[in-house]
């Protein structure tokens, strides 16, 4: 512990995560980790749908067209939680320099942006018998439509370039720019007179949908949470595994 | 019912997208796996007569 960490009296955040900065030690907890992730988000996916689809009501207004919302809106969740993350992990490879976190964030982009696309496919099919439309131009589908765009171009900036660090370098700072379209998404229904409904589901205030629907709603979003984490986790252990295999495969050339 | 092809194609994406995401996830980590397991072996013969 250096002297500046001594007088503070405790452990930078950068440190504590460093320590899974050990592929040895990230891939023996991942390994522990991954099945309490997978089977629970099988689990919660698989009864929420089922009561999405079975069980819950039609709604009064919408009819049946309400059931794309148990998966559409943890699909947006998830598409905004994904990038919340894509930006918390390019902080950490920005301040810490975290070995993992620029892994990560290669890892989170293809699943995010097919979180994202889910959720702007399954939004344009409940539009259609519910709006009259597939698609319009307002401030909530347009602030979505961009943030696929955030995730396809955060892809490709990452291997674009030849030296890998380069790439991470400057996808990080893309995904920490591209972040300012997360409150934008947030408050586009507040701020704008937009087609698309304000949040029936906050934080801060009660739910204002009816609670014979809100369950299988509340399956699917732990479900499909839990399964974004598993595949995301599963794609990790798989990097650092290439990573290595990459790095065994250097040296017996550099030996032969 | 008119909306059942609009619920029905949602669910058919998304449980299309899920399948790919969690077969190409698991393939390429099977994969890794037993390339990391036999390149290990390699560099550290004395591993294969550890029971």
Known sequence: MDASTAIAGRRPPGRSLHRFANPGRFLRLAARVQPWLTWPAMLFTLAGVAGGLFLSPADYQ??????????????AMLAEG?????????????????PLADLAAMEIGPVGAAATA?????????????????????ARLTSVLVLFFLYVGHMMLIRAFDDQERGYRAAAIMALVGAVDLPIIKYSVNWWNTLHQPASIT?????????????????????LTL?????????????????????????????? | MTELPYIIASYVLFAFLAVVLAVTTSLRLGRARARLKALDRRADPRRERTP
């Open chain 1, 62 to 75: 919408q009819g049946d067209t309400v059931r794309i919302m148990y998966i559409h809106v943890p699909c």
């Open chain 1, 82 to 98: 994904g990038f919340w993350g894509l930006a918390a992990v390019s902080l950490m490879s920005i301040v810490w320099r975290h």
């Open chain 1, 118 to 138: 889910l959720c702007l496919a399954t939004g344009s099919l409940w539009g259609k018998p519910t709006w009259g439309t597939y698609w319009v131009w307002d």
């Open chain 1, 203 to 223: 934080l801060t205030g009660a739910p204002t949908i009816s609670g014979s629907l809100l369950w299988p709603l509340a399956l699917t979003m732990v479900g």
């Open chain 1, 227 to 256: 399964g974004f984490a598993a595949i995301v986790t599963a794609r990790l252990r798989a990097a650092v595994m290439e990573r290595r295999i990459r790095g065994l495969l250097g040296a017996q050339a550099a030996a032969a």
